[in-house]
Structure formats: C-alpha cells, structure tokens
C-alpha cells in the first residue's frame, strides 16, 4: 500500500456476491483509512422502524423543525451508537474533517444543533459502523467484493439510500446491471 489514507473520503461498494449479507448493496463513506485499520459509516440502507424524530425523542432532545428523515444502517459495529455524515459548513467538539469534504460527528451537540437550525446544510445519520483492522480493508480490496469511487455530494446527500449504490457506480462508469455475482480465473 502506497498510501494508507488512499479510501478517505470515498465510497466503498459492494460488489454483487460479496457473501456478506449485512454488506449486500453496501455504500460505505470511508472516514478513516491507515496504517492502523479502517471506519466507514454506511450510507446505503435505511433502519426500518426508526426515524430521526424517533431517534431525537429517545435522546430527549425536541426536534424543533428539523426533518423526519430515515437513520440509515452504518454498519455492524456498535449498532447502538450514532454518526452523522455531514458537510463541512458545521463543525463542533469531536468533529472528525473527511478529506476536507465530509464532517464526521457522533456527539449529541450536532443533533441538538440540526433539531434547532443550527447544524450542517446537508447531513446523513447513521447507527452503527463498519470497521477493519490493521491491514483488514488492503487485504479485502485485493479479492473480489469491493469497489471504490469518489464521493461526490450529490450522491452522498441528495440521493436517496436505494439509489446511492445505483448512481455511485453510474458516477464512475459502470453500469451495475452489468456487474457478475461470478467470478473466475483467466
């Protein structure tokens, strides 16, 4: 690995076939790539049965005007604990910068700051998170099941969960429908 910061600020797909079922159709906003593992917050499916006014009354936090979106699924890891991806127009303690594209928060002061009209102009919250060890991802990216594209805001913010993985393929010119569950030998 030449870089170990190569997959900040990209998304992760999976490919079809990857065998992991909790990563089937996965779009993954790397937040952390190094030398001592990897963090992404999934962005590709949405948690039936909560949503952000649901999540903010669990908190105690009053959701003033801020909209009833869906809380995506972030991954595996922690389930219970929140993230929110946001723009970089918003920072607070614990603001983790994305490549200088993305925010990264998972402090109550955010979803306090958004329920008031305070927070980032565009955001994405997320439970839970997907995470590798050291060398885990490198390993991973050199065996079928994962493609990496840039990350561009239109698809991370404005594209609804079930289109990401669609147009975020589209973004770096395949087409998914062309895409095998097979692989091979040449």
């Known amino acids: 690995m030449t870089d170990a910061r190569f997959l900040t600020g990209k998304l992760l797909l999976a490919m079809p076939g990857i065998g992991d ?16 593992g990897a963090l992404g917050v999934g962005i ?24 009833d979106v869906p809380v995506h699924y972030g991954g595996p890891v922690e389930p219970a604990r929140g ?8 920072g607070g303690d614990g603001t983790v910068q994305v490549a200088n594209q993305w925010g990264l928060t998972s402090t109550q002061d955010i979803l306090k700051a958004i329920a008031a009209g305070r927070g980032p102009s565009r955001w994405v919250v997320a439970l839970g998170y997907a995470g590798w060890g050291a060398g885990q991802l490198d390993d991973e990216m050199h065996h079928h099941g994962w493609h990496v ?22 973004a770096s010119g395949i087409d998914p429908r062309l895409l095998s569950t097979a692989s091979g030998t040449a």
């Open 83 to 90: 993230f929110v991806l946001h723009s970089t127009d918003w």
């Open 44 to 67: 590709g499916h949405e948690l039936e049965g909560i949503s952000f006014h649901s999540l903010l009354t669990q908190l105690g936090i009053e959701a003033g005007d801020a909209p």
């Open 149 to 170: 594209t840039a990350g561009p805001d239109a698809i991370v913010f404005e594209a609804s969960a079930e289109e990401r993985w669609a147009r975020a393929f589209h």
């Open 21 to 36: 079922p909790r990563f089937d159709h996965a779009v993954i906003a790397i937040c952390a790539h190094d030398e001592q």
